[in-house]
């Protein structure tokens, strides 16, 4: 056995290879909406709700804190799983990355996954998750039922009236301009985000 | 000896925050869950003080809360943790359904693990978006209060904010 250095004692041992892992995207940690999810008290994780305006999305800007490979992207359905749901990530630019396409809501009560083509993502780059529904009667397991408009505003989000549940590219931003119910958003990611 | 241990501990120093914005009160303070967002009008004049510590060294780009109704003159602002200012919009009349930002004409530089006092005071009739203190939660979120504070005065004289419920949402962004 050879001489042990000084970072052998002291340095956390190399990250253990894992095969995938979850990201939040509205967590406090990428999500400045986030911050501001995580000291509303009307935030009863899992709580239940409907879109607030059927066929307009919304997306939500979000930093990753590492390099990671989406493989996977996902919802979590309320107590009424029917319609149809998209979710896409965008660029900083709005250009679409990757996207679910239109899936057809199914499973109440139960997080909803749909297999993507792998998209990376850099560290500390801006990028948007968005979501849509077709109809504003199913529900979601929504991290707070209702987020102000101005909070909304405050975290960079962004509105389009699509008329259609599948997520456009590219994504053309209009202000918010009502209080929206926030979806929980979620990824299957690979690459040592942690 | 290696030196890669280096990268590893640089990486970990720096408290990364999406888009260079901290929400104030915020996570970073260590703070739970507050209240219910919400616009809500503070008292006339008065200055209301938020502390926060600066996560890393940068420079302050500027801080922002949202008018939802109403129009009044506002002030938004920084202090160090003795009270003297390093910056303030000045009062200026606020507009409603939009947000009400204060940018620095020089980036105002703050230091990591320093204190400061993000500062909003208000004429009392604009709705602020804010969560909601309380006689137990002001204490513990460093929160000070001042009257007679609109335009944000130079130096501030902080007093205890006791049961003060109008808690203005300030987001703060980085250079970097």
């Known amino acids: ?13 190399p990250r253990a290879t894992r095969p995938w892992t979850i990201i939040d995207f509205l ?5 400045v909406l ?6 509303h008290a009307t935030n009863p994780p899992p709580a239940t709700g409907g879109w607030t305006t059927a066929n307009t999305g919304l997306v939500v800007p979000f930093v990753p804190k590492e390099d990671c490979t989406v493989i996977k992207l996902g919802w979590v359905n309320g107590t009424v799983a029917s319609g149809s749901s998209c979710m896409a990530i965008y ?6 990355l990757v996207t679910t396409g239109s899936v057809a809501k199914s499973g109440t009560s139960a997080i909803q996954w749909t297999d993507t083509a ?14 849509n529904h077709s109809a504003t009667t199913a529900t979601h397991c929504a991290g707070v039922p209702t987020m102000p408009r101005g909070a909304l505003v405050m975290a960079g989000c962004q509105q389009q009236a699509v008329g259609a549940v599948a997520l456009p590219d590219p994504f053309v931003p209009a202000a918010i301009s009502v209080d929206r119910t926030v979806q929980s958003l979620y990824g299957q990611v690979t690459a040592g985000f942690s | 000896m290696t ?35 919400t616009a809500q009008a503070g008292t006339a004049n008065q200055g209301y003080y938020q502390s926060f510590v600066q996560p890393y060294s940068t420079d302050i780009i500027s801080m922002s809360v949202w008018n939802q109704t109403g129009t009044n003159n506002a002030d938004l602002g920084l202090y160090d943790a003795t009270g003297t200012l390093l910056g303030s919009k000045g009062s200026t009349a606020s507009v409603a359904a939009s947000l009400f930002t204060f940018t620095p004409s020089v980036p105002i530089p703050v230091q990591e693990g320093v204190m400061y006092f993000a500062a909003f005071a208000t004429a009392g009739t604009a709705t602020i978006l804010a969560f909601s203190g309380s006689a137990q939660n002001n204490p513990r979120m460093g929160r000070a209060i001042q009257a007679s504070a609109l335009a944000l005065p130079s130096p501030a004289t902080f007093a205890a904010a006791g049961t003060t419920v109008f808690l203005p949402i300030i987001s703060i962004v980085f250079a970097n």
Do not use: H, W
């Open chain 1, 27 to 31: 967590s406090a940690d990428v999500c």
């Open chain 1, 34 to 39: 986030g911050q501001i999810i995580a000291l």
């Open chain 1, 118 to 131: 792998d998209q990376a993502l850099v560290r500390d780059r801006l990028y948007y998750i968005g979501f």
């Open chain 2, 3 to 37: 030196y890669k241990s280096l990268a590893y501990n640089e990486r970990s120093a720096r408290m990364r925050l999406p888009q260079n914005t901290l929400i104030v009160p915020g996570k970073f303070g260590g703070f739970g869950r507050l209240s219910a967002a």
């Open chain 1, 91 to 96: 660029d900083s630019a709005f250009a679409r």
């Open chain 1, 1 to 13: 056995m050879g001489r042990r250095s000084v970072s052998d004692i002291f340095l956390p041992p």
